[in-house]
């Protein structure tokens, strides 16, 4: 039995509203399941603060993904940019929701938060923990995107150095000219 190319496209676009349902679920769920985090935690909410910093980094990364690039991948400094903005938004969030919870002024929490000790890390705020983890993979795609540009950039010296060679021998042979298209490169008499 022949399919109909009109039946292939429907079920193609059937399938990406499938998935893009499936996918906007599983965030409301994870949304929920947040909520029911930090009210099962009764003092102590820099577990669920911490999660709900790092939550707030991955919709920000799909956020911008689906604004910015076509392809997915981000800019290191749009991953640098939301990093700082997950943090402080944990931050605020933090301080906000302790300044409810205890009626205590917000910006004592926030001046708590940035007072702290290298000795005592159970002291550091949730927020240092979500701008870490951020950080972290905003150097893991530095380090990844110069590891590209460096195997893109070998090929060519090599080939230039075939090219070179080859504008040797035919200068020896009488060539007037070379073509360095594939290296980037101008017209360049020899």
């Not at 290191?76 to 605020?92: G, R």
């Not at 995107?145 to 090219?163: D, G, I, K, N, Y």
Request: glycine share 6%.
């Amino acid at each position: 039995m022949r399919r109909s190319p009109i039946g292939c496209a429907q079920v193609t676009r059937w399938n990406g509203q499938i998935r893009r349902s499936a996918t906007l679920e599983a965030e409301v769920s994870a949304l929920f399941v947040l909520v029911h985090f930090f009210e099962q935690t009764k003092l102590d909410v820099t577990v669920p603060t911490f999660a709900a910093g790092l939550f707030t980094w991955l919709i920000g990364y799909r956020l911008a993904a689906w604004w910015w690039t076509a392809s997915g991948e981000l800019q290191t400094w749009l991953l640098l940019a939301l990093t700082v903005a997950a943090a402080v938004l944990t931050f605020a969030g933090e301080a906000i929701g302790i300044g409810i919870a205890f009626d205590v002024s917000p910006l004592l929490v926030l001046d708590a938060a940035f007072n702290f000790d290298l000795d005592d890390l159970v002291a550091l705020r949730p927020g240092w923990f979500v701008l870490a983890a951020g950080l972290c993979v905003v150097a893991l795609d530095a380090l990844r995107s110069r590891s590209r540009w460096q195997r893109q950039a070998r090929p060519a010296t090599r080939e230039l150095t075939v090219m070179i060679s080859k504008a040797n021998s035919a200068r020896l042979i009488g060539s007037k000219s070379l073509t360095w298209r594939r290296c980037g490169l101008k017209r360049h008499r020899i």
